[in-house]
């Protein structure tokens, strides 16, 4: 089984920019889907963003299109989030998941992941 570990979150202003790492032991990132889900206080868990193992195709959520973007390292087993003109909107924990099964596009609310990170928080503030 992957085990999953996201780092990167912080503190930061409105504005501003992160950049979330997930990193992967146990299996090869490439032969997933991976998601990066977000969930603020008293809120539902969304799913932000994924990046599909097959063809690489991406998507967004209307909120973080055009600020965030997903991308592999497969080098280095991971997924990273950059995160560019942050809101205060933005803040919550955010979690990386990886797909139920390999070689699978995303499919916007599918709900079948095999393993999840811890989360690393993201809190934009002034």
């Known amino acids: 089984q992957v085990q999953l570990v996201e780092s990167g979150g912080g503190l930061v202003q409105p504005g501003g920019s992160l950049r979330l790492s997930c990193t992967a032991s146990g299996d090869r990132l490439d032969y997933y889907a991976i998601v990066w889900f977000r969930q603020a206080p008293g809120k539902e868990r969304e799913g932000v963003s994924c990046?599909?193992?097959?063809?690489?195709?991406?998507y967004y959520i209307e909120s973080v299109r055009g600020r965030f973007f997903i991308s592999r390292d497969n080098a280095k087993n991971a997924v990273y989030l950059q995160m560019n003109s942050l809101k205060p909107e933005d803040t919550g924990v955010y979690y990386c998941?990886?797909?139920?099964?390999?070689?699978?596009?995303?499919?916007?609310?599918?709900?079948?992941?095999?393993?999840w990170g811890q989360g690393t928080q993201v809190t934009v503030s002034s």
């Open positions: 990046i599909s193992s097959v063809d690489g195709s991406i």
């Open positions: 998941a990886v797909d139920r099964l390999p070689f699978r596009l995303c499919v916007q609310g599918r709900d079948d992941f095999g393993s």
